[in-house]
């Protein structure tokens, strides 16, 4: 599938899909299936909103088309309002690039966009293999390293594709944009007052101080070779095989960037920090030897060491800024405590020659 634009009406709210909807969205993977019923449950609703849906099939058509399905999109209007572009950058990924990355992740049966801001994912049921997912600074070691090694060999796919660069112009403004929004000087007052505030300000001084850091990283980052990313590498984001192999969800800001920007969060998010402590630099020789195998030319373990600090100021503002609807009180701040402590340890401000003052 090439261009997810769709004159097929796709639904904004989960009470608008039909049997007849699944039908049609079937049959360009499944040519002749029918859908005569479904149940629907599991319903989760964040930036993003998305429920399992169980399928009955009057005729299954050519193919085995899947007992259940897993639906992603904006289904409620402050998603349609706030997030569109995000919903609309995972169906783009979907479409385009997911066939070529060598990565464990889930497949994908139907993707499109419309003119309404909708974006909407259909991917496979994971539960039917089944998977564990992963979550904030819970990720062992061993995972962490098998993920960073599917990682570089995505980004070695993909590696100065000029190509894939020129589709992908745009793509990295909703994390630069969000980011921004998250650390304006009113969200910043309410971030001081969570059960991490005193940490996030240790970490990266004021909103002025992370604003001024950001901007330079992302500079320096622009000017770096690039490939395909993930874009958003935190352990929440990953699931986990009955025989232990890692893989990816959520490709909602997929960009062209450089790839130490993917490695760095997920060292910083997935593992504890006394593994993180423990481990971090063993892990980043890890992915730059399987970076180097995937035919990247990447920095030595000094310099990266020096990239992967400056990327702990992103880290602290994607893992300690989150809005309240990003998800459960606990997840939140879990994750803004995993990440402050990763940017006190590796002071990003001082990496990229931001001063206190």
Same mark, same amino acid.
């Given at each position: ?5 769709? @004159? ?30 479904? $149940? ?11 429920? $399992? ?35 609309? $950058? ?21 993707? =499109? ?33 098998? /993920? %960073? ?10 590696? /100065? ?36 505030? @005193? ?15 950001? +901007?330079?990283?992302? +500079?320096?980052?622009?000017? =770096?070779?690039?490939? %395909? ?76 060491? %020096? ?9 602290? %503002?994607?893992? +300690?800024?989150? !809005?309240? @609807? ?21 002071? !990003? ?9």
């Amino acid at each position: 599938m090439t261009g997810v634009e769709t @004159e097929m009406e796709l639904p904004h709210s989960f009470d608008e899909f039909t049997p007849e909807w699944f039908s049609k969205a079937l049959s360009t993977r499944f040519p002749g299936v029918q859908v005569s019923g479904f $149940r629907r449950s599991g319903e989760r609703v964040g930036t993003s909103a998305s429920a $399992r849906f169980e399928l009955d099939y009057a005729s299954k058509g050519t193919g085995e088309p899947p007992p259940s399905v897993y639906i992603k999109g904006g289904f409620t209007e402050a998603q349609l309002k706030r997030y569109w572009v995000v919903l609309q $950058r995972e169906a783009l990924f979907y479409a385009e690039f997911a066939e070529r990355v060598p990565m464990n992740i889930p497949r994908c049966l139907f993707s =499109a966009t419309d003119e309404r801001r909708q974006g909407l994912t259909m991917l496979e049921d994971l539960a039917l293999r089944p998977v564990e997912f992963g979550d904030w600074g819970r990720l062992s070691v061993d995972q962490v390293a098998d /993920l %960073l090694e599917q990682l570089a060999t995505m980004h070695g796919a993909f590696w /100065l594709d000029e190509k894939m660069k020129a589709f992908t112009v745009g793509w990295e403004r909703p994390e630069r944009d969000f980011s921004g929004y998250m650390i304006r000087d009113k969200h910043w007052d309410h971030l001081v007052t969570r059960v991490y505030g @005193e940490q996030l300000i240790e970490a990266v001084g004021s909103a002025e101080l992370a604003r001024e850091a950001l +901007a330079r990283m992302w +500079a320096l980052n622009d000017a =770096a070779p690039f490939t %395909l990313l993930h874009g958003d590498t935190h352990g929440y984001n990953t699931f986990f095989e009955t025989d232990g192999r890692g893989g990816f969800a959520d490709f909602q800001l997929s960009f062209c960037g450089t790839p130490l920007y993917d490695m760095s969060w997920l060292i910083m998010s997935g593992l504890s920090i006394e593994d993180r402590r423990a481990e971090e630099r063993n892990l980043i020789k890890t992915y730059l030897k399987a970076g180097a195998a995937a035919g990247m030319e990447l920095p030595d373990l000094d310099a990266a060491w %020096l990239v992967h600090r400056q990327q702990a100021v992103r880290a602290v %503002l994607d893992g +300690a800024c989150n !809005p309240i @609807e990003a998800g459960t009180l606990e997840m939140i701040n879990r994750a803004g405590i995993v990440t402050c402590a990763a940017a006190i340890d590796l002071d !990003p401000l001082e990496a990229l020659g931001v001063s206190r003052g």
